[in-house]
């Protein structure tokens, strides 16, 4: 039900948008965010926002760099991908679920899953 787009490869301080898109049931009072997975690393926190007006929660590691934002009337979410580093290349995942403002760095906390779209950053 969540569809993942726009991986690709791309060099250092280069950028890319990701997009997930929902399909099936309205995820417009869903939270929604993205993690990532590095090769030989656990999947981690990266970007979450939940309903439209809410201020948007980043890893210390992207902030200034990354920006999550979201259509509800697309049901999509997007991550915007600025001054992108080796260090960020891995496999980025959406996430949706009715997840409260506390626990959205989670994982556990959410339902439904895309697929991944891998993202390398090198030279």
């Known amino acids: 039900q969540l569809q993942a787009s726009g991986g690709g490869l791309v060099q250092p301080g280069g950028s890319l948008r990701l997009s997930c898109v929902a399909s099936?049931?309205?995820?417009?009072?869903?939270?929604m965010a993205w993690f990532r997975q590095a090769p030989g690393k656990e999947r981690e926190f990266v970007a979450g926002?939940?309903?439209?007006?809410?201020?948007?929660i980043y890893a210390d590691s992207v902030k200034g760099r990354f920006t999550i934002s979201r259509d509800n009337a697309k049901n999509t979410v997007y991550l915007q991908m600025n001054s992108l580093k080796p260090e960020d290349t891995a496999v980025y995942y959406c996430?949706?679920?009715?997840?409260?403002?506390?626990?959205?760095?989670?994982?556990?906390?959410?339902?439904?899953w895309g697929q991944g779209t891998q993202v390398t950053v090198s030279s």
């Open positions: 996430a949706a679920g009715r997840v409260i403002q506390s626990t959205m760095r989670d994982q556990s906390a959410y339902g439904y």
């Open positions: 099936g049931p309205t995820f417009s009072g869903y939270s």
């Open positions: 926002k939940r309903l439209l007006g809410a201020s948007p």
